[in-house]
């Protein structure tokens, strides 16, 4: 049988097609280390934004809410936590699996980096359509990859990079349309582009660039073939009739439960002082920028778009021009959401289409001007290494993100010290904070408190980082600091239903919101005490 395989080329040729890539996958998986996290809820770097999308999956699991009525875990001022950001559909979909396996955070990780290694697969594929050479098309996918921005957030909660995955999956069918026409292409890239702009609108840069290019080349060829400019046209109203639909949705939505938690506007350079700018491009340059590229190839990728722009004449000019559209739009997301850039390195996800765009319109440049170092196996070979270096920084920089300890980390080439330091000190506050949360839902449930019997968890600034952890519906912090003082905060809470009150670390005990409320206390689970809420709180 196994000799049958072998005789039959196209049979061969289809199950090497899906065993490479499926090694490949396993081979990234274990070498960032995503087989350490399995099991972690929101963590590490930006866990209050990883825990909004948690909870929106928690909800819609525990809730059992239809898919139009997405809510998270914090209950501000008794609104149930009703709220939608993003396009639910990756949390519905998570809560619907979780029925069949059970609350496990691996799922939705593993789903966002399936989609994102789907997207890369399409991205090779793309690269191979236009190239004509597998090999460089390999190498384009993994270079891609190499960010340490693809690499932390590719396997978490965060929705940019499912949205990337999808939108270079559109890109794909986009291509194909040009060169085959066939309609069915196209709808199938409105389709794909639509929902990575539902789940991300920011991943859109693909999408306008490449409109953007290709409405020019139709206008000017309208006479020969009008058909195109028409069928572009009705693509580009049925994606913004999509999101225009889904930014009235949620905006009802919002507006009638819980409003203004998630940010739905610009926070641009212009309305910052000298100074702040400042600070803030201080931050990028000696750290915001690491992430997104090892800054050596960071480096190469502006020799190689700048290569392309000399030799034109030689490149594929609808790839140069897409390139420097996306590279344009680049710039202006940077500028209207600048304030953010020093903190928020996420923002940066979908800006990562940018390196395949450059690598694709230098190769066509290399194959047009320089033949015979484009088909040098030498050079592939050099590439090659370089390319297995930029994984390398990826593979360190997101290990250090989970444990700056772990051995690929510290017997790696040396990270700078404030690098380490910084990810020691992450480390450590998990580890003796929220890492007590860790196993603690079977324990509450032995107590008999259920997911719909609200909480109050101190200490907790965000809406939803240890009411995720805890799987509880409840209160934080978050809101209430800003409206009531000491333990008018807490008898608040109390009015709009909280039963129990959940604090990590001796100190909060002494909190004027927290103090006359430990009467009774019902369990400990790792230091953390968890007290019932009796009618008579607010004696003295």
Do not use: C
């Not at 996958?25 to 972690?40: A, E, R, S, V």
């Not at 809820?41 to 898919?67: C, E, I, M, V, W």
């Not at 008898?491 to 604090?503: C, P, S, T």
């Amino acid at each position: 049988m196994i000799m049958n395989i072998f005789s039959t080329p196209k049979l061969f040729k289809r199950i090497i097609s899906f065993v490479f890539p499926l090694i490949l996958f396993i081979g990234i998986y274990f070498l960032m280390g995503y087989n350490k996290i399995t099991t972690k809820g929101p963590y590490s770097r930006h866990t209050y934004r990883q825990s909004d999308s948690y909870a929106f999956a928690l909800n819609y699991y525990h809730k059992n809410n239809n898919f139009f009525e997405p809510a998270i875990l914090t209950v501000i001022e008794d609104k149930g936590g009703k709220t939608v950001s993003e396009f639910p559909i990756l949390y519905y979909i998570t809560a619907q699996i979780w029925k069949i396996t059970g609350v496990n955070p691996f799922i939705p990780k593993l789903l966002n980096l399936i989609i994102l290694y789907i997207g890369l697969f399409y991205l090779y594929k793309l690269s191979n359509e236009i190239l004509q050479d597998k090999y460089w098309s390999i190498i384009v996918s993994l270079f891609m990859f190499s960010s340490p921005l693809l690499g932390y957030y590719g396997f978490n909660f965060i929705p940019n990079t499912p949205a990337l995955g999808i939108a270079l999956i559109a890109s794909f069918f986009y291509y194909k349309y040009h060169k085959e026409s066939n309609k069915q292409d196209l709808t199938i890239s409105t389709i794909l582009f639509s929902l990575a702009a539902l789940i991300k609108v920011s991943s859109l840069f693909a999408f306008l660039a490449i409109n953007f290019v290709f409405f020019i080349y139709n206008i000017r060829n309208r006479k020969q073939d009008h058909k195109a400019l028409y069928n572009q046209i009705i693509s580009g109203i049925a994606l913004f009739s999509i999101l225009l639909g889904w930014f009235i949705f949620s905006r009802i939505y919002n507006s009638n439960n819980l409003d203004g938690l998630f940010r739905q506007d610009i926070i641009p350079i212009w309305k910052l002082a000298p100074e702040h700018i400042q600070k803030i491009l201080n931050v990028v340059f000696t750290n915001t920028i690491i992430y997104f590229l090892n800054p050596i190839a960071l480096l190469l990728l502006g020799v190689l778009l700048i290569i392309s722009v000399i030799f034109r004449k030689e490149t594929n000019q609808k790839m140069l021009y897409i390139t420097l559209t996306i590279l344009l739009g680049m710039t202006v997301f940077v500028l209207l959401f600048f304030e953010g850039m020093d903190e928020h390195e996420y923002f940066l996800i979908d800006t990562t289409i940018i390196i395949p765009a450059i690598v694709i319109t230098f190769l066509t440049t290399l194959k047009g001007k320089f033949p015979k170092i484009y088909y040098s196996s030498i050079f592939k070979t050099a590439t090659f290494i370089l390319v297995l270096f930029s994984l390398n920084y990826s593979m360190v920089l997101t290990r250090a993100h989970y444990n700056p300890k772990d051995k690929l980390v510290t017997s790696n080439f040396p990270l700078p010290k404030r690098v380490v330091d910084y990810w020691e000190w992450v480390h450590w506050d998990y580890e003796i904070h929220k890492g007590k949360f860790e196993g603690i839902v079977p324990y509450l449930r032995s107590l008999g408190i259920k997911f719909e019997d609200k909480v109050i968890s101190v200490p907790d600034e965000s809406p939803n980082i240890t009411l995720s952890l805890m799987q509880q519906k409840g209160f934080t912090d978050y809101h209430y600091s800003n409206h009531y003082q000491g333990r008018q905060i807490t008898e608040r809470k109390i009015e709009l239903g909280a039963k129990y009150l959940i604090v990590e670390g001796e100190e909060n005990l002494l909190r004027s919101d927290v103090a006359p409320f430990i009467k009774n206390q019902i369990g400990e689970y790792n230091g953390i005490k968890i007290f019932k809420l009796m009618d008579n709180s607010t004696d003295d």
